[in-house]
């Protein structure tokens, strides 16, 4: 509900201060966009949970090569009891695509990281079993499908 | 009229059908199960699905063939007892349809086994699915 | 404890789909599950890029061939918001009718599978039946039962006359007849609530934590429902309420697809009778007009899809295409729902939670001891455990 939004832009400012590097809401993407730097991408995340009373719904981790020197992570959660569409997105360097795992905060990532490491070759530090979960067994190593270079 | 001559072929014969997925969208699959059912309903001509290799006379394969299931596509088709028969059903089985090029898929079904009847569509109506079938049966009583 | 993997093959055993769960088991109760799913990986996001977004509404219906139509929907809409187009009213109320219509077919599908598996051929067959007066509507209205590509950039293919509104009414009013009938059927049935009552059973709790969405969320209470919460095409207009059933188990699940079909028919009724004037579509660049990201989630009939959608100004294709599957969101879910159960029920678990990927009709058996492996089919081990 788009009510709620002050306050949830109040919370984040509050908690995360200049981690959070840029936020807005965006009425033609019925979203919330957050823009968090990846050191605070975890306690983003728990303050969700928090804000949620942990009712929360991670809809996809979404990893993108955009051809820049960055890669693009975005997180797509949906608050229950707000009714808030939240994007909680991170950049990571290309020579060192390392971030915390999300599955202890929230264990639906569990699947969704292993593919963004599969494609994109992002590292995340913590899940338990970062293995391959789309591409055949003979797939060389070291070759992720989706990136650019 | 073929459904005529597909019940004069079927008091001779009937077909037991495996259908095998390549690795398809299920749009083929769906209009294959559809074949079955009240609508249009092959069982009246004894044309039966199985689920072995073993009791098969005919191969129904849908999808693009990827490459993990390129092997077992293989093996399905060397435990069929002879004599049998491949129909390839959807543009998919024919020659990898949409998703030809894509780093997944190697192309279409002839690619790894033999084919007698093509039966082209995105995916093909259950009436055309028969009517290949026809057309197999057609073919192999001509050529005896 | 000696465990056995057992790699079991189907999800749609009626269709013969190829995939692969690994399951560890001991004696009669599965310890562990593993999902090692990719035989139907077709490297589709890359494709995706590599494509026009015109030509990527032909390859977004080609995902999944059952949900063809909510994948075009969700595409369209996606490159709708990158490109800030704005859809006619009409055309928005004929996506929700053929989404409805999809939806009908898809659960209808799922639900006559699911009869077949527990040995209720009767059933299986009336499901089948009526999914076919579904697939006549849909071709009414799109020019074709399975792939149409009737959602395009900036609004629907094809309009629809009066008389044809008059005609799916007619139809659908005497199938909701038959629905309510074969829902008590379902409902009171011992074997029907033998092989589905308390199976597959997962809290409230876990089902949101793992991320679970559509009927196999809804069956455990989770009240998610993009179509309630986050409206889209006509349901701002047209509003609609989650069904939810509390019991958690492969029952609950089934049964709310079951009302669901019955809703999806209130709810075409409903966009029939308010049907706005109008154009369908409206006429949009075929390069992105400006660099911006779009998204788009919508509830296919198995649960929350995302198509996720990056584009640059000038450029006909886009730059990175994410499509998050709804089965994919519950295999987490559905594992953890068959671990400490018995290995006669996973079909009924999995068919509960209406999977959509490909899988194989073979089951391997693989004594962990010797490393022999035996070849059975699933249907000989189905068979065995047919009560």
């Known amino acids: ?149 | 009229m073929s459904l005529l001559k597909l019940a004069t072929w079927a008091r001779l014969k009937s077909p037991w059908i495996l259908h095998v997925n390549t690795g398809a969208c299920n749009s083929c699959d769906i209009e294959v199960l559809a074949a079955l059912t009240p609508r249009f309903d092959v069982e009246r001509f004894g044309i039966l699905l199985k689920p072995s290799p073993r009791h098969a006379d005919i191969l129904v394969v849908t999808g693009a063939v990827t490459r993990q299931a390129a092997e077992r596509i293989k093996r399905v088709y060397e435990q069929t007892p002879d004599p049998k028969f491949v129909i390839a059903v959807g543009a998919c089985a024919i020659g990898g349809g949409v998703f030809q090029n894509c780093y997944g898929v190697l192309g279409g079904v002839d690619k790894i086994i033999p084919v007698d009847v093509y039966v082209p569509g995105c995916p093909p109506r259950p009436d055309a699915i028969i009517y290949g079938v026809v057309k197999l049966i057609e073919k192999v009583t001509k050529g005896g | 404890m000696s465990a056995i993997d057992l790699i079991i093959g189907p999800v749609h055993p009626a269709l013969h789909e190829p995939e692969r769960f690994v399951f560890k088991i001991d004696g009669e109760v599965v310890v562990d599950v593993e999902p090692r799913i990719g035989f139907v990986h077709r490297g589709i996001e890359k494709a995706l890029s590599e494509r026009t977004f015109v030509q990527d509404i032909y390859l977004a219906e080609r995902i999944c061939g059952i949900c063809n139509v909510v994948h075009t929907l969700t595409a369209v809409q996606a490159i709708e918001n990158a490109f800030g187009i704005e859809v006619p009213r009409r055309a928005r109320y004929l996506r929700t009718i053929v989404h409805e219509l999809n939806r009908m077919h898809s659960h209808l599908l799922i639900l006559g599978v699911a009869c077949e598996l527990m040995g209720f051929d009767t059933l299986f067959m009336l499901f089948w039946r009526d999914r076919e007066v579904v697939m006549d509507l849909v071709e009414i209205i799109t020019g074709n039962r399975v792939m149409s590509a009737y959602n395009i950039i900036g609004g629907v293919r094809r309009n629809i006359s009066d008389f044809e509104i008059s005609e799916i009414k007619k139809a659908l009013g005497s199938m909701a007849e038959r629905l309510k009938h074969y829902k008590k059927v379902f409902m009171e049935d011992p074997t029907v609530r033998a092989r589905c009552v308390n199976v597959g059973y997962l809290s409230r709790a876990r089902t949101l934590a793992l991320g679970a969405v559509g009927p196999t969320a809804r069956g455990s209470g989770v009240e998610i429902d993009v179509r309630a919460e986050e409206p889209y095409a006509a349901f701002d207009e047209v509003p609609y309420t989650a069904v939810v059933y509390n019991e958690g188990d492969s029952w609950a699940r089934l049964m709310v697809r079951i009302d669901e079909t019955l809703e999806s028919i209130k709810i075409i009724e409903q966009c029939l009778d308010r049907m706005p004037s109008g154009p369908v579509k409206v006429p949009v660049p075929e390069a992105a007009p400006r660099t911006a990201e779009g998204f788009s989630v919508t509830e296919a009939p198995r649960g929350e899809l995302l198509h996720h959608v990056y584009a640059k100004e000038g450029e006909d294709k886009p730059i990175r295409y994410r499509v998050r599957t709804p089965t994919y969101a519950n295999i987490p879910a559905v594992c953890e729902m068959l671990k400490g159960g018995y290995i006669a029920d996973i079909p009924v678990t999995l068919v509960s939670i209406d999977p959509c990927f490909s899988c194989t009709d073979r089951v391997a058996l693989v004594d962990v001891n010797s490393g022999e492996k035996r070849v059975v089919d699933i249907f000989t081990l189905m068979r065995r455990y047919r009560k």
């Open chain 1, 1 to 149: 509900m788009v009510e709620e939004y002050p306050k949830l832009a109040e919370t984040l400012k509050n908690e995360l201060k200049e981690a959070l590097l840029g936020y807005e809401h965006i009425a033609e993407k019925k979203a919330f966009v957050a823009l968090v730097d990846r050191g605070s991408l975890i306690k983003a995340l728990e303050l969700l949970n928090k804000i949620s009373g942990g009712e929360v719904h991670l809809t996809s981790i979404n990893g993108a090569d955009l051809g820049e020197r960055e890669m693009e992570l975005t997180y797509f959660i949906w608050l229950l009891p707000q009714k808030i569409r939240v994007l909680v997105k991170t950049r990571l360097p290309k020579d060192d695509l390392k971030i915390q795992s999300a599955v202890k905060v929230m264990p639906a990532a569990i699947l969704y990281e292993r593919e963004v490491h599969e494609m994109l070759g992002v590292v995340f530090e913590g899940h338990p079993r970062l293995e391959r979960l789309f591409l055949p067994e003979d797939w060389p190593e070291g070759v992720y499908p989706l990136r650019r270079d």
